[in-house]
């Protein structure tokens, strides 16, 4: 009877949990990013091109799913972007009020970061296929700093804007085995302006129960800024390169 107790009582559990998990679900998630960083950057009237260097990135996220009908399913995610670069100007490069002559030697810095919010829904979500799609408000922020090698002469411009991207994900299953593949990204153009953030790669469940499921993922990202007068500032650049990660399903 005892033995008949504990095993009534085990099921009552784990049929519990099963049911908590598929109400309610919470994925968290990273990955290093080894980017190779290229493009312009400046003013209206001049843009130069500071060789910037290729870096390891790192960005996480958030997400919380339910089951509640026409309310949005949440992600918050963070993602860096950190580099410097040199050149030697072959024409006048102004900044922020600041003119710098041909043939001087100037350092770059790039320090930006940003905060995505993502609101989705989910059309389809089986071991074979998963679709979501929705809105994201990319809260971008950092600083753009340039200065010549001599320190006689550097210029910053702060970098601050909240812009709205189209956002949608898909992961296929592979059947009978372990593996998957996935592409998600973030796009908007109007005007000047386009900006995507995209990526595809494979992802493997190392483990998969009801506590937990942890999946490890790889692949390609690629992130495009193309600005046409945000807070004065102009740049034409391209992050891109291969990824790492993990994500982690409670």
Do not use: C
């Not at 309610?24 to 312009?40: I, K, M, P």
């Not at 998963?130 to 700093?145: N, P």
């Not at 909240?162 to 898909?170: F, T």
């Not at 953030?197 to 494979?202: A, I, N, P, R, T």
Request: aromatic letters at 14%.
């Amino acid at each position: 009877m005892k033995k008949a107790a504990i095993a009534l009582t085990l099921s009552a559990l784990l049929s519990a949990s099963v049911q908590a998990d598929t109400l309610f679900g919470v994925y968290v998630g990273g990955q290093v990013w080894d980017n190779e960083a290229e493009g312009v950057f400046g003013e209206s009237t001049t843009q130069s091109d500071f060789n910037l260097k290729d870096e390891q990135q790192g960005s996480f996220f958030v997400a919380v799913e339910h089951p509640l009908p026409f309310i949005p399913n949440v992600k918050l995610a963070h993602t860096k972007l950190d580099t410097d670069g040199n050149t030697t100007l072959t024409s006048d490069f102004e900044f922020n009020g600041q003119t710098f002559t041909t043939n001087t030697s100037v350092d770059a810095v790039f320090d930006v970061s940003y905060n995505d919010y993502t609101f989705y829904y989910e059309l389809f979500d089986n071991d074979l296929l998963t679709f979501d799609f929705g809105l994201t408000a990319r809260d971008l922020d950092g600083d753009v700093k340039v200065a010549d090698t001599a320190n006689t002469l550097s210029a910053s411009r702060s970098v601050s804007e909240v812009i709205p991207m189209l956002y949608s994900s898909a992961i296929i299953g592979l059947p009978f085995t372990d593996w998957s593949l996935f592409a998600e990204g973030n796009y908007l153009t109007f005007d000047d302006h386009t900006l995507y953030d995209y990526q595809l790669g494979v992802s493997y469940a190392l483990t998969d129960n009801f506590a937990l499921d942890v999946n490890l993922t790889a692949g390609y990202r690629a992130v495009k800024f193309e600005l046409d007068d945000l807070d004065d500032f102009y740049a034409d650049l391209e992050f891109k390169g291969l990824f790492a990660g993990v994500i982690m399903h409670f």
